[in-house]
């Protein structure tokens, strides 16, 4: 009964392959985040949608697209992989009315040989 | 955005109570500050919320100055199953409907020792 679950767990893929990361939640929030985590423990925000309305996007390359087909789903898409894109992202989502809870997935360990 | 400062690792030893300072200069006056811990491939879990004063649950105990630049987040009597990266993250949702960017500090590391 997960409240955010994110396929793939792990991800191993070559260089300039496409690949995809899902992620859904059953907690009837309305806003969800992509999170990349590096080597070093930064947790990075890349993409929040809120009821499927793209409405943060930080400086993250095209290669990156999010999708969001309804609210309780965002799914993460990444072409032309490259080595520094290997990490751990994160899906989370929250209450719009409730500041600053965000709920995480377990993530989601890419490896871009 | 506000930008969080914590030190990069923390010890201790079981029992003993962590007080862990994040520093956020650039608090702006919607945001309120959360805590959340991190163990090894689990994603972060919630810990406790606050916007000013003093918070506290059934786990820890959030401090926070009148003047919002900083925080501490109190865990008393650690056990060894507290030794995880701990972070501190300023920021507001609007009640609008949209989010503001919620930006992450490093984290820090708590080892408790036996």
């Known amino acids: 009964d997960t409240a955010v679950s994110q396929t793939p767990k792990y991800l191993v893929t070559q260089m300039g392959n496409d690949k995809s990361i899902k992620c859904e939640q059953n907690?009837?929030?309305?806003?969800m985040y992509w999170y990349k985590q590096d080597s070093k423990k930064f947790l990075k925000i890349m993409f929040s949608?809120?009821?499927?309305?793209?409405?943060i996007n930080e400086t993250v390359p095209n290669r990156f697209s999010p999708k969001s087909p309804d609210k309780a789903h965002l799914n993460l898409h990444i072409n032309s992989l490259e080595l520094g894109d290997s990490a751990v992202y994160f899906c989370?989502?929250?209450?719009?009315?409730?500041?600053?809870?965000?709920?995480f997935g377990e993530g989601s360990r890419l490896t871009v040989l | 955005l506000a930008k969080t400062t914590q030190p990069i690792s923390m010890d201790s030893y079981e029992g003993q109570e962590v007080n862990i300072t994040c520093s956020h200069n650039?608090?702006?006056?919607?945001?309120?500050i959360t805590w959340y811990q991190q163990f090894p491939s689990q994603g972060p879990r919630f810990i406790i919320q606050?916007?000013?004063t003093k918070v506290t649950n059934e786990v820890a105990s959030l401090f926070i100055p009148a003047d919002r630049k900083s925080s501490t987040l109190s865990l008393p009597r650690v056990s060894l199953s507290d030794t995880a990266v701990y972070y501190c993250?300023?920021?507001?949702?609007?009640?609008?409907?949209?989010?503001?960017?919620?930006?992450f500090g490093s984290g820090t590391q708590l080892t408790v020792l036996p």
């Open positions: 989370a989502s929250s209450r719009d009315r409730v500041p600053g809870e965000l709920f």
């Open positions: 907690l009837g929030h309305d806003t």
């Open positions: 949608y809120n009821n499927k309305e793209l409405i």
């Open positions: 650039n608090i702006a006056t919607n945001d309120y």
């Open positions: 606050g916007y000013k």
């Open positions: 993250l300023v920021g507001a949702t609007l009640s609008s409907g949209s989010a503001r960017q919620l930006t």
